[in-house]
């Protein structure tokens, strides 16, 4: 019999804590002990990347990771975006340029673009492409997600220089 | 797929890693990135009593200039090696290597040294890491030692690492100014692996010929291997199409090339003659 351990850590910014086998993968814990739902498994062999969550900022593979080596760190998984009043500009993107079809991948790719958002703010479509090689998407040829993506680049930057007018000029203080 | 059961402990040091890998009675296997070790176990073809989870070890961190060697942190991930300014700067070639290792969130994980410890020829850092002379630092029951990168890889997934050991760093030549270098790969359709990768580093001394050759090749063989004698081919040669054609014919010979369902034995030995032929012409013609 092996020992359980027991763990903590952010989840969307709410701190939990399981006591947990140490086989229990991220994605499984995530799914099963704290229902969050959205992040999705779609193969056995770390390909498909529908499991993509962040973890500590870095896009990763939550199938792929045991939930004990996320203890301690701060996971974002989809529902951690944003809800229906507010979309997350990645949702935004996705919802506006029809970035998906059946919807399977789509909480991976959101959270996996947001990670190529953060390094590289304005892509190319080839840069889009390349980072759109660890998830799988059945449905939609990726055309729609590119275009889902560099949408949501735009509202991103238009959002930060709204932030910085706002700023200068002393508005919405 | 969800692995057997196992115990898992977090190691706070290098010391405290090695004296619980040596409590565990060969039960335990160190955990880095987990992105070679934890898809195995999902798949229950290695199934550890102990996992001794090394990730956070401090000493294990970091990238440093030695002289003209760089020395690169076992636990460095994947994108944190070509992100760093001074690899970019002084080793190119192992930045564009490791920016092409599987995909964004494998290179976020995975880890230099697992890539390495690991030893699956069809990684990419294996023949860089031979055409780059890395000295492996290691540190075990009696203390420190460096292995050569040439005696380092025994076999498919076997290497001369001792069982309780921790590769701690790994230490990679700077190539000298005047050389150029590049790492070519055919990439496994499905698994994003490499079929054949060549790493070819060489330069042209004032008198126009070559003086300074290195190839690793990773993925035909069962071993990632140093290609010497195409090396040997080209020393002191002039650098011409016939010239690289002619050593490049050679590529196959270190290895025990290997076969499978996706690539034959003489499909493979093609590979690396073509592959090793154009990284030599990119770099030399
Ligand atoms: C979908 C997918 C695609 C991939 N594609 C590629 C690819 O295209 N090219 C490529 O090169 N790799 C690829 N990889 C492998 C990836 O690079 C791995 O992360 C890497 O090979 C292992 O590093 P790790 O830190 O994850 O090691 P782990 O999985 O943690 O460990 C691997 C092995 O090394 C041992 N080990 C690890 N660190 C040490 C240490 N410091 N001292 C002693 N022993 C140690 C462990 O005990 C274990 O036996 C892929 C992986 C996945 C899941
Ligand atoms: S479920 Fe994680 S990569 Fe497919
Ligand atoms: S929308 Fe169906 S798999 Fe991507």
Do not use: C, F, W
């Given at each position: 019999m092996t020992c359980k351990k027991n763990i903590s850590l952010s989840v969307n910014g709410v701190t939990r804590q399981a006591e947990i086998e140490p086989r229990l993968l991220l994605a499984h814990l995530l799914r099963d002990e704290l229902n969050l739902t959205g992040t999705h498994i779609g193969c056995d062999t770390s390909q498909c990347g529908a499991c993509t969550v962040m973890v500590d900022g870095d896009v990763v593979k939550s199938c792929t990771v045991l939930a004990v080596q996320a203890d301690g760190k701060e996971v974002t998984t989809v529902e951690g975006l944003g809800d229906m009043e507010q979309l997350h500009p990645i949702q935004q993107g996705f919802w506006e340029k029809h970035g998906l079809q059946c919807g399977f991948c789509t909480p991976g790719v959101m959270i996996s673009m947001i990670g190529l958002l953060k390094e590289n703010p304005n892509p190319t479509e080839e840069e889009i492409r390349d980072a759109l090689e660890g998830v799988i998407c059945r449905c939609t040829g990726y055309q729609f997600i590119v275009s889902a993506v560099q949408h949501a680049a735009q509202l991103i930057a238009e959002g930060n220089a709204v932030k910085e007018t706002t700023m200068s000029t002393g508005e919405g203080r | 797929m969800i692995p057997n059961a196992f115990d898992y402990i977090k190691a706070g040091s290098i010391e405290e890693a090695i004296q619980l890998m040596q409590e565990s009675d060969g039960e335990g296997k160190f955990l880095a990135g987990g992105h070679s070790l934890v898809p195995l176990m999902k798949f229950r073809l290695t199934n550890p009593g102990k996992l001794i989870d090394i990730s956070s070890i401090q000493e294990l961190k970091g990238i440093r200039?030695?002289?003209?060697?760089?020395?690169?942190?076992?636990?460095?991930?994947?994108?944190?090696?070509?992100?760093?300014?001074?690899?970019?700067?002084?080793?190119?070639?192992?930045?564009?290597?490791?920016?092409?290792?599987?995909?964004?969130?494998i290179r976020n994980r995975g880890t230099v040294g697992g890539n390495l410890a690991?030893?699956?020829?069809?990684?990419?850092?294996?023949?860089?890491?031979?055409?780059?002379?890395?000295?492996?630092?290691?540190?075990?029951?009696?203390?420190?030692e460096v292995i050569d990168i040439d005696g380092f890889f025994l076999g498919p997934l076997v290497t001369a690492l001792p069982e309780t050991s921790v590769l701690t760093s790994i230490s990679f030549l700077i190539p000298p100014s005047h050389t150029k270098s590049v790492y070519l790969k055919y990439a496994h359709p499905a698994s994003g692996y490499a079929v054949v990768g060549v790493c070819a580093i060489a330069g042209v001394g004032e008198d126009g010929r070559i003086d300074f050759v290195r190839i690793g090749i990773n993925g035909v063989a069962d071993v990632a291997y140093r290609a010497t004698t195409v090396e040997q081919a080209l020393l002191g040669e002039l650098p011409t199409a016939e010239s690289i054609q002619r050593a490049a014919a050679l590529a196959a010979e270190e290895g025990e090339i290997g076969n499978d369902l996706f690539a034959s034995e003489q499909y493979r030995r093609n590979l690396a003659t073509v592959y090793t032929e154009r990284a030599l012409s990119r770099i030399l013609l």
């Open positions: - | 200039q030695e002289g003209n060697r760089l020395i690169v942190g076992a636990l460095t991930t994947h994108k944190q090696l070509y992100s760093d300014a001074l690899v970019k700067e002084n080793i190119a070639v192992l930045a564009d290597t490791a920016r092409t290792i599987g995909d964004m969130q690991h030893a699956d020829s069809a990684a990419d850092l294996p023949g860089v890491a031979l055409a780059l002379e890395a000295l492996m630092e290691v540190q075990g029951e009696d203390g420190k």
